[in-house]
Nanobody
Framework: QVQLVESGGGLVQAGGSLRLSCAAS????????MFWFRQAPGKEREVVAS????????YYKDSVKGRFTISRDNAKSTLYLRMNSLKSEDTAVYYC?????????????????WGQGTQVTVSS
């Protein structure tokens, strides 16, 4: 089993940037496709981005394309989400998850592990 811990959230003004990290421990990190999800107050959890085990396949939700960049460092067992040009609608708790196949799957699909989440608040 893999364990995931997110960090890097915080309060930022609209137009600003943040970088989230997700540190993995346990099983071999490169064996997992990785995902970033978010959940805003009163809304369902949604997938934001996904990356395959070796980073060759990357997927983004349409609303974050061109602003967010998902990446991974398998040597450090760490997943990243660089978020630029942040908007108030990006405010949410952000979660990382480990799964089998990269893609924009629903949060109800099967995942091997979830992190505890990190709050991102964008002030307008």
């Amino acid at each position: 089993q893999v364990q995931l811990v997110e960090s890097g959230g915080g309060l930022v003004q609209a137009g600003g940037s943040l970088r989230l990290s997700c540190a993995a421990s346990g099983r071999t990190f490169s064996n997992y496709a990785m995902f970033w999800f978010r959940q805003a107050p009163g809304k369902e959890r949604e997938v934001v981005a996904s990356i395959s085990g070796r980073g060759g396949r990357i997927y983004y939700k349409d609303s974050v394309k061109g602003r967010f960049t998902i990446s991974r460092d398998n040597a450090k067992s760490t997943l990243y989400l660089r978020m630029n040009s942040l908007k108030s609608e990006d405010t949410a708790v952000y979660y990382c998850a480990a799964g089998r196949v990269a893609g924009l799957w629903s949060p109800g699909a099967e995942y091997d592990a979830w992190g505890q989440g990190t709050q991102v608040t964008v002030s307008s």
